[in-house]
């Protein structure tokens, strides 16, 4: 069997999973890498290694060993010195190893879109002392928003209200940081109407946008997200101009998820994941080429038509709320019987709990997004996780 491309795929989630289908539909042959065994994507794939992916040693070994042409990251935090260091040696990485490196840390990326390409941000300043983040409050103002400059899904951030908090804010993002830099960014804290994700594909041929997905997070962790997301067309014009202007100076090709708040008729660039984004899940059921397959398809240079909507959808998570080891799942059946419109179940199969941790999500199609969004929310109540 001769594949059209060998993929490693660094990180092996419920994102890497609904990845690794789309991709070997197409045939192609994925290697799922993660750091324990039996990951979501493991499930599925034609292969896999266990090993940190900030274990650059260990990163580089699986690399030179299975000689993929595609080394396609799936989660953030990943040693991407190696991935410069490989696609220097002539192999692609997904969508570029800058981009990678950029997107990991919030301020490389920052200075990109609010310094280079001059893009609506939110106020902020970097921090890497308690005196530093006094400044950073004075020069945003309160409420701000302070997060480390590495980190992902809202861990190590806080909102802070009153300039007593931000000591505490300080402490629990230097706890909950990622990597050795003691760095933070204090944000302006925007007081946004609604908040999007711009999923946004950079293809041979041009940029596609998919229509804009709301979502709601908490915890700076995301709960539902639908689409499409009521815009105007001025603000999803300004969205887009953006969305272009940040994946054109990263490079290469694959899909982003362009992050933006929104306030009035103002739209204010985020932060933007350079891979399929979680809030994107409602494209199961929304489109007909979802974010995996659209990514799929960029990656591996094929065509890429824009993704047709099939009607208002929405999606909402299914969490644990405490540890275990060999958790199942009940409710099934009910969850799918929710009335009022179309309904499907992702169960990631994730082998182990944790509170908050992300098994699952529902998924509706409906008549309006917020049918879809109350269909959605239901059918997620109904799933059960029992826990043993
Ligand atoms: N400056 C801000 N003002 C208001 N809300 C904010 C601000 N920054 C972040 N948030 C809220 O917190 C959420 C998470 O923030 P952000 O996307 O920066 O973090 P993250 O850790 O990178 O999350 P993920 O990796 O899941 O995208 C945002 O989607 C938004 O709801
Ligand atoms: N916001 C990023 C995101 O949603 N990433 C997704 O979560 C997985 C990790 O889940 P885990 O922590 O439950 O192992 C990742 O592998 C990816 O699929
Ligand atoms: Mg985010």
Redesign the pocket.
Known sequence: MTYIAKILLL??????REFVISAKRLGAQVIAC?AYPN??AMQVADGHEVFSMLDAAALRVAIDRHRPDLVVP???AIRTEILAEVEALGVTVVPSARATMMTMNRDAIREVAAVELGLRTSRYLYAESLEEVRAGADHTGLPCVIKPVMS??GKGQTTVREASGLEAAWDYAVANMRGDRRRVIVEEFVDFDYEITLLTVRTRTGVIFCPPIGHRQERG??RESWQPAAMTPAAIAAAQDMARKVVDDLGGYGLFGVEFFVKGEEVIFSEL?PRP??TGMVTLISQNLTEFDLHARAILGLPVPEPVLRGPSASAVILADRDSEAPGYEGLAEALAVPGGEVDVRIFA?PTTRPY??MGVALALAGDTDAARRIAAEAAGKVRIVYR
């Not at 990180?11 to 890497?16: A, K």
């Open positions: 990180g092996s989630g419920e994102l890497g993660d990951a979501p799936e989660i953030e992902s899904s962790d995301y994941s984004h979680d994730k941790r992300r």
